[in-house]
């Protein structure tokens, strides 16, 4: 079950939390997704001391290529001490389209989408 919860309402995030054996916090390489991400991870120590075996994740999504905060972002996020997917998410116009067309990625012809979709999925499998 993936339960999809708003990043800055601390209360039902809390529930949420509660509630999940696997947290994955996706975030686009910003100064504020970081710092939202911060609150998040604090709000799962809080967590992780009535559910030890809870675990999370920091996932990046929206990466947009060969840019210096692209690049730089793992180094930053490396600070909060929480593992970090290897499977980044980049910044495609195909995602958006899949949305127009009620398919995902998937099902339409970009490859490289598709692959990162499939290495993320292979990935937070290896989670649980």
């Known amino acids: 079950m993936v339960i999809d919860g708003p990043p800055r309402l601390a209360e039902l995030a809390r529930s949420i ?18 710092w939202a991400a911060a609150e998040t991870v604090d709000l799962i120590r809080e967590a992780q001391v009535y559910k030890p075996e809870l675990k999370c994740v920091l996932a990046i999504n929206r990466k947009i290529a060969n840019t210096a905060i692209g690049r730089d972002v793992r180094a930053t996020l490396a600070e909060l001490e929480v593992p970090i997917l290897s499977s980044d998410i980049g910044q495609r116009v195909a995602f958006a389209e899949s949305i127009v067309t009620g398919s995902t990625v998937l099902d339409q012809a970009d490859k490289k989408a598709t692959k990162e979709i499939e290495r993320f999925m292979d990935e937070l499998r290896r989670l649980t």
């Open 17 to 34: 939390i509660l509630a999940a054996d696997v947290v994955v916090i996706p975030l686009q390489p910003s100064p504020m997704d970081v």
